[in-house]
């Protein structure tokens, strides 16, 4: 499988391999569904730790302050400062009071590329 589906993807520029094998050495019997190929849940949990390892040396590090012009309830506008510091790709916004989950698919863009 290696020689004729692996090994040919991983050898194409930009493409990541990752050896899922590797990371079930020899523990099948725990991280497979019993009687089938597919991974349980810890099977997950191994194949996202592995997921991780390789990942997280590509994201560095940033960390992202916002500095309001007021905490105090007001009717008046509120000017929001932004220090970013490491790779920040993309910031979005909203008016109003918004929750994380409200800018999955909504939020005007400021693209950083």
């Given at each position: 499988?290696?020689?004729?589906?692996?090994?040919?993807?991983?050898?194409?520029?930009?493409?990541?391999?990752?050896?899922?094998?590797?990371?079930?050495?020899?523990?099948?019997?725990?991280?497979?569904?019993?009687?089938?190929?597919?991974?349980?849940?810890?099977?997950?949990?191994?194949?996202?730790?592995?997921?991780?390892?390789?990942?997280?040396?590509?994201?560095?590090?940033?960390?992202?302050?916002?500095?309001?012009s007021t905490e105090e309830q007001t009717t008046d506008p509120v000017s929001i400062s932004v220090t970013a510091t490491g790779q920040v790709i993309e910031m979005k916004w909203l008016?109003?009071?918004?929750?994380?989950?409200?800018?999955?698919?909504?939020?005007?863009?400021?693209?950083?590329?």
């Amino acid at each position: 499988m290696y020689s004729t589906i692996i090994g040919p993807i991983a050898n194409i520029p930009g493409m990541m391999v990752v050896n899922a094998y590797g990371a079930f050495n020899g523990q099948q019997l725990n991280y497979l569904i019993e009687g089938d190929i597919h991974p349980n849940q810890t099977g997950h949990i191994a194949l996202a730790s592995l997921a991780n390892q390789f990942l997280l040396p590509f994201l560095g590090t940033s960390t992202i302050e916002l500095i309001a012009s007021t905490e105090e309830q007001t009717t008046d506008p509120v000017s929001i400062s932004v220090t970013a510091t490491g790779q920040v790709i993309e910031m979005k916004w909203l008016p109003g009071e918004k929750e994380a989950s409200d800018f999955q698919e909504v939020g005007l863009i400021e693209s950083l590329r």
